[in-house]
């Protein structure tokens, strides 16, 4: 059984800058795949971007060249640099290890303000 835990979200000004962090237990994280995710009001959550094992990436376009993720397997911990943030980008962000069924954290709330 895997167990992550987020944190990070807050309330940011458009235009600025937030940090999450996916802490991982339970399992090897070094070989596992990460991801994170997001989910609007009212609206289906979404891909984010991933990060495999060796360290290649994948963004939405939508987020791409805004936001960064990368992990540290000293810390069994993932993470999402998010840059130039926009209102849009509000919503509830997931982490998700993509071992067996997959598994997700609780979520962590991230507010952009116009």
């Known amino acids: ?3 992550l835990v987020e944190s990070g979200g807050g309330l940011v000004q458009a235009g600025g800058s937030l940090r999450l962090s ?3 237990s339970g399992a090897d994280f070094s070989t596992m795949g990460m991801g994170w995710y997001r989910q609007a009001p009212g609206q289906q959550r979404e891909f984010v971007a991933t990060i495999n094992s060796r360290a290649f990436t994948n963004y939405a376009d939508s987020v791409k060249s805004r936001f960064t993720i990368s992990r540290d397997n000293t810390k069994n911990t993932v993470y999402l640099q998010m840059n130039s943030l926009k209102p849009e980008d509000t919503a509830v962000y997931y982490c998700r290890a ?3 069924p997959g598994y997700w954290g609780q979520g962590t709330q991230v507010t952009v303000s116009s």
């Open 1 to 3: 059984q895997v167990q």
């Open 22 to 24: 996916c802490a991982a």
């Open 98 to 100: 993509c071992l067996g």
